[in-house]
């Protein structure tokens, strides 16, 4: 009897050891599916006489703090000087690290517009598109931004989805965008020059795109400049969304870094 109990004890004793080893391994394994904190960089690739690539960065708590692109000094160089004669200008794609797949982003577009687009007087000077996308490559390709889709690519959000004092013009309507919504009291449409903006895309009534906009020459200042994003009251696609955008010279490195910064998951 007293060595069926020492028995029944130590089996007990064993089951219990294995169950609480179990959940401290399940629990460890758990807090490493995510990327643990620090930079990755995407794929690099030519851009002008140099390269660029994107990045994400992530915090000790696995969550994507900011997440940018880097550009070298000399891809500023060699840029075709005439636009596509189908486009305002030349896309250059940017894949994303693997550890960005927690952000809600799929890629990043980087549109070198020689000539500027509309509207005229305001942008049509040469500068750079920097587009995260929300989604993908082959959604993209559904956006004809013609015929019925016209009218999709023009459908305004939900007055709670559009970000404080933003409007969606007529016209804005792109193909493999979507239609682009601008700040009225931006300084670019209040008498001053375009520098550097900021701008969200809608498809279908659903943000698809955030978009940092600035001239070359802005570029070529070699900026330290950081600014507050106006934001929607929410939004109808969890990903990360940014609170500020940085333009920002790296002398070291020799290299730009234009990025989405303080993200929120929303």
């Known amino acids: 009897m007293c060595r069926c109990k020492m028995v029944a004890t130590g089996l007990l004793e064993v089951v219990l050891a294995t169950i609480v080893m179990t959940s401290i391994l399940g629990c460890a394994v758990f807090r490493n599916l995510g990327p643990t904190a620090g930079t990755y960089d995407g794929p690099s690739r030519d851009m002008g006489g140099g390269r660029a690539h994107a990045f994400i960065t992530i915090d000790a708590g696995g969550r994507p703090t900011a997440i940018g692109v880097r550009i070298s000094e000399t891809a500023l160089a060699g840029l075709p000087a005439e636009p596509p004669?189908?486009?305002?200008?030349?896309e250059y794609v940017?894949?994303?690290?693997?550890?960005?797949?927690?952000?809600?982003?799929?890629?990043?577009g980087i549109d070198w517009n020689p000539k500027g687009h509309i509207p005229p007087g305001v942008y049509d000077k040469p500068h750079f598109d920097f587009h995260f996308y929300?989604?993908?490559l082959e959604q993209r390709e559904k956006i004809t931004a013609k015929g019925e889709d016209l009218a999709r690519a023009h459908r305004?959000?939900?007055?709670?989805?559009?970000?404080?004092?933003?409007i969606l013009p007529d016209g804005?309507?792109?193909?493999?965008?979507?239609?682009?919504?601008i700040d009225?009291?931006?300084?670019?449409?209040?008498k001053l020059p375009f520098e550097k903006t900021f701008i969200y895309g809608f498809?279908?009534?659903?943000?698809?795109?955030?978009?940092?906009?600035m001239t070359k020459v802005f570029l070529e200042s070699k900026p330290n400049a950081t600014d507050r994003i106006k934001l929607p009251k929410t939004y109808s696609k969890h990903a990360y969304y940014p609170?500020?955008?940085?333009?920002?010279y790296n002398a070291t490195q020799r290299e730009y870094e234009i990025s989405l910064e303080s993200l929120l998951s929303k």
């Open 85 to 90: 004669h189908d486009a305002d200008g030349w």
């Open 94 to 108: 940017l894949s994303l690290p693997k550890e960005a797949a927690i952000s809600g982003y799929n890629h990043v």
């Open 134 to 136: 929300l989604i993908s």
């Open 156 to 166: 305004a959000p939900a007055p709670e989805f559009m970000p404080q004092g933003y």
């Open 172 to 181: 804005t309507e792109v193909p493999r965008m979507g239609a682009h919504a």
């Open 184 to 190: 009225p009291t931006a300084p670019e449409f209040n």
């Open 203 to 213: 498809y279908d009534g659903q943000m698809i795109f955030l978009e940092p906009m």
């Open 243 to 248: 609170t500020i955008y940085s333009v920002k």
